[in-house]
């Protein structure tokens, strides 16, 4: 076996570990799903912050 193969073996592992924790903890991996679209729907819509960021008195 070469470095590659060892390499893609365990992605492989790592993947099917993945997918069984994800069988049995569905609503944490929802939750987080949500966090993460949330926080780039947020970035993407750019909020529109109240405060001021510039004081024109002079």
């Known amino acids: 076996m070469t470095f590659a193969d060892i ?11 993945a997918l069984i924790w ?3 903890h569905e ?3 929802v939750a987080f799903e949500e966090k993460v679209f ?6 993407r819509m750019r909020v ?4 001021r ?6």
Do not use: D, P
Request: aromatic share 12%.
């Open 7 to 17: 390499i893609i073996t365990l992605f492989e592992i790592l993947g099917a570990l």
């Open 22 to 24: 994800c069988i049995f």
């Open 48 to 51: 529109i912050n109240t405060e």
């Open 38 to 43: 949330s926080s780039f729907r947020r970035k």
């Open 53 to 58: 960021t510039h004081s024109y008195n002079i």
């Open 27 to 29: 609503e944490r991996l």
